[in-house]
């Protein structure tokens, strides 16, 4: 039987305006569909993004109905708000899935002004939302920590755009394959049979990343943001980027002076082979990097945050691996 969260009441007409006006509550993420195997309706996935969203349905199959949150290709998730009807989704969900590490803290705030929240499974080890019960208001740091992503560093500190991460995101399947069967008992063993599967495909493009790190490892690379820094690094690529750089695009902050000549002399000087680019966080400082790349002759590969129209997670990663091993002849 599923459960529902309690809204504050200041929020209750504000959110039933939003139901009223848009028929269901649905943030135009994808959905798995269908109704769960037990004949009751399926369980209700909200994710803070696509690729989240998708990596849940792979997961959930026809058991679950997953709303992602962010799935507009061209949105930035850093700066995103959540509407009424987001807030919503949230409140009806069973499961959450989210990123953190202060990436999609807007869906950490609409968790905390629920009276009652669902369970999170939540990808960085950072904040009291990771893989928590909150109607049982477990908000212990000592919980968090015990389910944090073990043998990897993916502190708030650090890179927080872990789904470039591939063996993360196995785990991040596996976790969510515990919740919908702690949820749907009778559907665990269909949940975990799906994670399984979903692995063994992300490891099916691991071991492409293997053949990518085999041709160019050692290479040097420049990217106008870290999103996909572990991707990059699993490939043996050494990232050049100047930190500086690096940490005013994602602050959001101008670039100073002297990273950016570091950075665009990083072209002509044949220190990198590859400029990535984030297409859904640019501005001048990063397409003035692009066109010093491209006036090298450096080829430039977009790899984007969130999950383009059409694709799924593995075929997704695959194509960056792909669009890499090409860029670079390999």
Do not use: K
């Not at 195997?37 to 997961?59: C, F, H, M, R």
């Not at 789904?163 to 069967?181: F, M, Q, S």
Request: charged share 20%; with cysteine; aromatic share 4%.
């Amino acid at each position: 039987m599923r459960r529902r969260a309690l809204l504050p009441a200041a929020l209750v007409p504000a959110l039933l305006l939003a139901a009223c006006s848009s028929g269901e509550a649905s943030a135009g993420g994808a959905s798995a569909g269908g109704a769960a195997g037990s004949g009751d309706e399926p369980l209700a996935v909200v994710a803070s993004t696509n690729v989240w969203g998708d990596v849940a349905a792979q997961v959930g199959g026809d058991r679950a109905e997953v709303t992602s949150i962010v799935d507009d290709p061209s949105a930035d998730p850093h700066s995103f708000e959540l509407t009424a009807r987001d807030q919503l989704a949230v409140s009806r969900a069973d499961l959450v899935v989210q990123n953190g590490g202060h990436y999609d803290d807007w869906l950490t705030t609409a968790l905390d002004a629920l009276d009652e929240a669902p369970p999170v499974v939540e990808a960085v080890a950072d904040g009291e939302h990771a893989d928590e019960e909150h109607a049982e208001e477990t908000h212990s740091e000592e919980a968090h920590a015990e389910d944090a992503h073990a043998g990897h560093d993916h502190s708030a500190e650090g890179n927080e755009h872990v789904w470039y991460d591939l063996p993360l995101v196995a785990e991040v399947a596996t976790r969510i394959a515990e919740h919908l069967g702690e949820l749907d008992p009778e559907g665990a063993e269909t949940y975990t049979a799906n994670a399984e599967a979903f692995g063994e495909r992300v490891a099916g493009v691991q071991d492409e990343v293997a053949a990518l790190a085999a041709a160019v490892g050692g290479t040097g690379v420049a990217a106008t943001e870290p999103v996909p820094g572990y991707l990059l690094e699993a490939a043996g690529l050494e990232d050049r980027t100047p930190a500086a750089y690096s940490g005013a695009i994602e602050e959001e902050t101008d670039v100073p002076p002297a990273a950016m000549a570091e950075m665009l002399a990083l072209f002509p000087s044949g220190q990198v082979a590859l400029l990535v680019e984030n297409p859904q966080t640019t501005g001048p400082q990063t397409d003035e990097a692009v066109a010093a790349a491209e006036a090298a002759g450096v080829p430039v590969v977009e790899m984007t945050e969130t999950l383009p129209e059409g694709e799924d997670y593995v075929g997704w990663m695959s194509a960056n691996v792909a669009a890499v091993r090409q860029a670079l002849g390999a």
